[in-house]
């Protein structure tokens, strides 16, 4: 057996004859037993991401005096298993829309470590959120502050807990930021007040929270972009939110007592790739909001932060079985090998999405045949749907092989569709040599129960 390492889950290895395991388990009997296409997700893997998060941030933080919650975003992947997982290793959970809570809820998770986002909840969402007790409802827009205002009072509790969502300007994502003062985006509440405006959006919601008897505010919420390799977009977004938690106070006497930075987290995708290591991050921006709460001569507040994809991405895969293979010469004289599996941008939308680049290796067997360019593409009527846009693959792949395309675990079957009437594909957890099933396949039967006829 050798470990395979990252893109792949820490429990992947290969066996004598070249085929893959995960936690134990061979992905030959794992396909005979559940079928293929199917998402296999690394229980050990995925526990031990969460752990590494919730004690690299809350030691980076220790060391300046501060609190820290983690947040796991459930929009990554959730079922009831992967929710009580993440809060049995002392995550809480974020949700975003009344769905993601119910399944949060269902798990056991206790309502006051629950979060729901979003930036259009409905009156019943907020009310839901509220008759479970959530931790916190963040909150997205100015009405917003007033409809969750009046459902607090209508459920006749405490005031509802609110964080106000705002936009730095700042957005990361791969290694580089920029920063912007008006942002064209549907999230979050400007920084920037407009031209012949006395306060920004942001600072005028966060004087509505603080004015409501029916909203408690707990404080500020900022997420600057997805799939970040450094910190530094982080510290400046943290910055510029502790400098209008300063303000907020200077004019109102209320110091908001928390600040949450968001996710975003970055993990390799491709070999060769380097993941964001979060002892690393978390170290480099408690140094940062340490220098900055200094320099504004404030206190710290208590932070959280919401890593999805860090948590759940590189613990999946995703198998396939191989059908059509098809060479097709290309105008500079190249062959390029399309290899078409049991699936495709049902599974995992994000190549066709955003050109998200993805790894795909033999999983069943070895061979020592010459490789080739490959393309791996679905079963779709659609020429977009690509799954791995290029990929060297040994050259006698064929009809029938297994292919494994590594850290699916997050944004694969939380975004899948039934696009052409496809079955959405089964999570299959391994751990320890044995699977087991969180959420099964879905049937033709499924899909038909909705058709009215
Ligand atoms: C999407 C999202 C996250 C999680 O992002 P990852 O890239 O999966 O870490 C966290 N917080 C908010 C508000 C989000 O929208």
């Not at 998402?39 to 991401?49: F, G, I, N, P, Q």
């Not at 607090?152 to 930021?177: N, Q, S, Y």
Request: glycine share 12%.
């Amino acid at each position: 057996m050798s470990a395979l390492g990252e893109p792949w889950s820490t429990g992947a290895s290969r066996d004598g004859e070249g085929s893959l395991h995960v936690a134990g388990v061979d992905v030959r009997a794992l396909a005979a037993e559940h079928g293929t296409p199917a998402y296999v997700l690394d229980e050990a893997d995925l526990r031990e991401r969460a752990r590494a998060y919730r004690q690299a941030f809350e030691a980076a933080f220790a060391a300046i005096g501060a609190g820290v919650d983690v947040y796991y975003a459930g929009k990554a992947f959730l079922s009831v298993a992967v929710a009580r997982w993440v809060h049995a290793e002392g995550l809480r959970v974020d949700t975003s829309t009344g769905g993601e809570l119910a399944v949060a809820l269902r798990a056991g998770v206790p309502g006051e470590h629950v979060g729901l986002h979003g930036n259009n909840k409905s009156d019943a969402e907020i009310a839901r959120a509220l008759a479970a007790g959530v931790g916190r409802i963040i909150v997205d827009s100015l009405p917003e502050v007033e409809r969750v205002a009046t459902a607090a009072r209508a459920a006749g509790g405490a005031p509802a807990p609110v964080m106000v969502r705002v936009t730095t300007g700042v957005h990361a994502g791969g290694h580089e930021f920029i920063s912007t003062a008006h942002e064209d985006q549907k999230f979050g509440l400007s920084l920037a007040a407009g031209e012949g405006e006395a306060d920004s959006p942001a600072m005028t919601a966060l004087l509505a929270a603080v004015a409501s008897p029916d909203v408690e505010l707990l404080g500020i919420h900022s997420h600057i972009g997805s799939q970040i390799l450094d910190a530094s977009g982080f510290e400046v977004a943290a910055a510029k939110v502790l400098a209008l938690r300063a303000e907020l106070a200077e004019r109102t006497g209320v110091l908001v007592p928390e600040v949450d930075l968001g996710g975003g987290y970055g993990i390799a995708y491709l070999p060769g790739e380097v993941a964001l290591d979060p002892e690393r991050v978390a170290r480099d921006v408690a140094a940062s909001v340490a220098a900055a709460a200094h320099e504004l001569g404030t206190p710290l507040p208590r932070f959280s932060i919401e890593p999805g994809r860090a948590i759940v991405g590189p613990a999946g895969l995703t198998l396939y079985t191989v059908g059509t293979v098809k060479p097709v010469r290309l105008d500079d004289g190249r062959v390029r090998t399309y290899v078409a599996v049991d699936g495709g941008m049902s599974d995992n939308i994000r190549p066709a999405l955003y050109g998200a680049d993805y790894h795909a290796e033999l999983a069943g067997r070895r061979s020592t045949a010459e490789p080739v360019l490959a393309r791996v593409v679905g079963k779709h009527c659609e020429s977009g749907d690509i799954v791995v846009h290029e990929v060297m693959l040994p050259g006698d792949v064929r009809a029938g092989d297994l292919l494994a395309v590594a850290a699916t675990g997050a944004y694969g079957r939380s975004m899948a569709s039934n696009y052409n009437m496809v079955p959405r594909p089964p999570v299959v957890a391994v751990a320890d040599g044995g699977t087991r099933v969180l959420v099964r396949r879905e049937t033709e039967d499924d899909l038909l129960a909705l058709d009215q006829g």
